[in-house]
């Protein structure tokens, strides 16, 4: 999910924090109704129980990829999704993590 512009969110324990503009990738479960947790994180109107929550209320866009399992995948979900962005931006850089893109 993308966020266009810099903003400060108000995150329950955490208070507020600064999220920095860029894409945001969320990996989470739902081990019973898929379509009903999906359409709760798109819905504009709802409480916020989860960090998530806040985030996709702010967020320009959502795009959601859906995987059905029995077994919890979203922490090897993230974990591989971490090392493809990572390789993606060493291509892009040169192998340096520690420059920005340059235009």
Do not use: C, N
Not at 22 to 40: D, E, F, K, N, Q
Not at 68 to 96: N, P, Y
């Amino acid at each position: 999910m993308p966020l266009e512009k810099e903003r400060a969110l108000d995150i329950g324990h955490l208070k507020r924090i600064k999220s920095p503009i860029g894409y945001y990738i969320y990996a989470g479960s739902a081990m019973g109704p898929l379509a009903a947790r999906v359409a709760r994180h798109r819905g504009k109107y709802k409480s916020r129980h989860w960090h998530i929550d806040y985030l996709t209320l702010e967020a320009d866009s959502l795009v959601s990829i859906q995987v059905r399992s029995l077994q919890r995948l979203e922490r090897k979900i993230a974990q591989m999704t971490q090392k493809l962005l990572v390789v993606i931006f060493r291509a892009f850089t040169g192998g340096r993590l520690d420059e920005p893109f340059s235009e």
